[in-house]
């Protein structure tokens, strides 16, 4: 019900667009997010956005002024817009799904009920 795209492979200092598209989900209702997992290490949160308007959005402090998050509800997408990408990025990222949308879980996999598939990025050095 989500598909994640936009991955590849790129240059430290290059940029990438991770795109999610919902199918059978009115993403405007849901808490957004963007999570990734490098091998070996657990998934973690990189970005969040609220219901609705997305008015309020949160990003890891590894990201925080390189990455943006967004939302387009009239084409049930969310976006990642990542910029000044380094190899410690380097990850399958996904998206996910909260309809509980409690804003205070927002970096918690466990509060997202749908996840997409993933998509690889990885970036040389």
């Known amino acids: 019900q989500l598909q994640a795209s936009g991955g590849g492979l790129v240059q430290t200092g290059d940029s990438l667009r991770l795109s999610c598209v919902a199918s059978g989900l009115t993403l405007r209702r849901y808490l957004l997010g963007w999570f990734r997992q490098a091998p070996g290490k657990e998934r973690e949160f990189v970005a969040g956005i609220h219901r609705n308007s997305g008015s309020s959005v949160s990003y890891a402090d590894s990201v925080k002024g390189r990455f943006t998050i967004s939302r387009d509800n009239a084409k049930n997408t969310v976006y990642l817009q990542m910029n000044s990408l380094k190899p410690e990025d380097t990850a399958v990222y996904y998206c996910?799904?909260?309809?509980?949308?409690?804003?205070?879980?927002?970096?918690?996999?466990?509060?997202?009920?749908?996840w997409g598939q993933g998509t690889q990025v990885t970036v040389s050095s």
């Open positions: 996910a799904a909260s309809s509980g949308g409690i804003w205070s879980s927002r970096d918690s996999p466990r509060a997202y009920d749908y």
